[in-house]
């Protein structure tokens, strides 16, 4: 009886899940405020990295910034403490204002910063002391941003191993360790907000990235399974975000083509926008975010359609080569640069 009692509740849960997920259609859900919140973003050096890092700017987080390269990394810097500049200006420019008129829906000029860090995720050790220097130096994190990723651009035969390699440690097993080193003193707070930045392609796939696929469906099935771990432990003070946007017009798959015909009603997302979807869902506690919202249609369909007509339905998009001329582009590139520089 205990069990069809609760197989009731079960279902009634599970229904009122689709309200409240209508409802947010419907109705916009306030965002929360990150004010004053340390968020640590990797790759923040360029791409979609620095476009999160001037977003949390503006909403007033503290951030911390890694990427492999010292300079992009210190260009996102200026970039942050320009909009500080500019929040403490128009603040103070209003505070008169606010004195006079008392109102107090004004933020006042706040001493906001923003640190630097170079830091290859890729290895295990420079991400824990990394993470140690930034504890000592700035404070615990409540915001972390798995963003940084890369791409090998070859076909699996002619990719060499070190690539491959490359590419599982960058855009998977990041995840593991930054997620390790921040993730005790979340747990300990119950507060605390992890985002992977994932892809498309960590839901389904496409021929001759098997590389980058696989690190992405690595990425999105440690996501669902911390996800669910936290909610194991009813840390629900924790939340998580996972962002899978199609293709983003960033340069990193410069050159990928699918049908002409269908083009026009499927571009390349503009990363500014992809940013501002995610910062969207960030803020809401949404669970998932796939932009455009067809690609939700697109994993349903793969899940449930026979192998060979996904074939068929990619074959019909230009979706099972698509990758082909971006890795053709990387190969010529590469010849150029080795006939260059004589080798």
Known sequence: MNILLELFVVTFRVLWAFVLAAAKWLVRPKEKSVAGQVCL????????????????ARRRALLVLWDINTQSNEETAGMVRRIYREMA????????RVAADGEKDVLPPC????????????????????????????????????????????????CPDELIERTMMVNCHAHFWTTKAFLPKMLEMNHGHIVTVASSLGLFSTAGVEDYCASKFGAVGFHESLSHELKAAEKDGIKTTLVCPYLV?????????IRKEIEPFLPPLKPEYCVKQAMRAILTDQPMICTPRLMYMVTFMKSILPFEAVVC???????????????????????????????
């Open 41 to 56: 973003i990797t790759g923040a050096g360029s791409g979609l990295g620095r476009l999160f890092a001037l977003e949390f």
């Open 89 to 96: 200006e128009a603040a103070s420019a209003a505070a008169p």
């Open 111 to 158: 001493n906001l910063q923003v640190y630097t860090y170079t830091c290859d995720v890729g290895k295990r050790e420079n991400v824990y002391s990394t993470a140690e220097r930034v504890r000592k130096e700035v404070g615990e994190v409540s915001v972390l941003v798995n963003n940084a990723g890369v791409v090998s651009g070859h076909h699996l035969l002619e």
């Open 249 to 257: 017009d960033t340069g990193m798959f410069r050159g990928c083509r």
């Open 313 to 343: 339905m990619y074959r019909f998009l230009g979706a099972d080569k698509c990758m082909y001329p971006f890795i053709a582009q990387r190969k010529q590139a590469t010849n150029n640069n080795e006939a260059k520089n004589g080798i």
